[in-house]
């Protein structure tokens, strides 16, 4: 027999604050305005970065799980191995998938929720329907969501991002947030001759790129996005001519 939405999560002990807060609320302009991040690891998440995100939140900010979901009703562990721990002549522990609802305080005091974890397989509309339960219950008012999506873009150059709400004012510019995070990157490439010389090359290759659509939108599909073996190849040339350098 399927399971009903709400089987599908459990809510913890240390939920109770936020459910209690909730309960005596009678409309919507009184809700305590909760906002859920969610950084669900899936297809749109390249090299990680939502998850690593997430992850970052969860090391730095004071944390507590308040609800876990049966990620073994809900992920394919055939697409999703377990990370096993092989010592001596034994594994000796395993990681397996978890789907959990974090609440976390921010630098200024204030409580967030973070939902961490998998991307489910199965079950995606009861899913939908047990997160929307906690959105009622919890009090949350706006949802972010933490995905990436790869393109071979040196970080001296502009990174499309495509931010999107459903009320406008919710889009801000983070412009000083980026000029620090470059200034940060710079100093770090900078320690390295070899870092180095990989920006110039993915500069050199961006602008080409950049020049071939005479001002497009990136993302159009008039010019083609150097592939995987094309990289690698322009890499691994890389790579000889700093071996060919060191022998000289």
């Known amino acids: 027999m399927a399971q009903r939405p709400e089987q599908l999560v459990e809510l913890l002990a240390e939920a109770e604050p936020f459910l209690a807060r909730e309960a005596g609320v009678s409309g919507a302009t009184r809700r305590r305005g909760l906002v859920l991040v969610h950084d669900l690891a899936g297809e749109f998440d390249a090299a990680s970065a939502g998850a690593l995100a997430g992850a970052h939140l969860l090391a730095a900010l004071p944390q507590q799980v308040i609800a876990r979901f049966d990620a073994d009703s809900l992920v394919d562990y055939r697409g999703h191995r377990p990370r096993m721990t092989f010592h001596g002549d034994r594994y000796e522990s395993f990681s397996a998938p978890e789907i959990q609802l974090y609440a976390l305080e921010d630098d200024a005091g204030e409580p967030f929720l973070l939902l961490h974890g998998v991307e489910p397989d199965f079950a995606w509309e009861r899913f939908v329907a047990a997160v929307g339960g906690l959105v009622e219950r919890l009090g949350v008012t706006s949802v972010v969501a933490l995905q990436a999506i790869p393109m071979p873009v040196p970080h001296t150059r502009p990174v499309t991002v495509t931010a999107h709400a459903t009320r406008r004012a919710l889009i801000e510019e983070l412009r000083e947030a980026a000029e620090a995070h470059r200034t940060e990157v710079d100093e770090q490439i900078a320690r390295s001759p ?55």
């Open 194 to 248: 070899e870092n180095t010389a990989v920006v110039a090359s993915l500069e050199q290759q961006y602008d080409q790129f950049t020049a071939g659509r005479e001002g497009r939108d990136l993302l159009g599909d008039v010019a083609e996005v150097p592939s995987g073996e094309e990289i690698g190849a322009e890499f691994e040339r890389f790579l000889a001519e700093q071996e060919r350098h060191r022998g000289e």
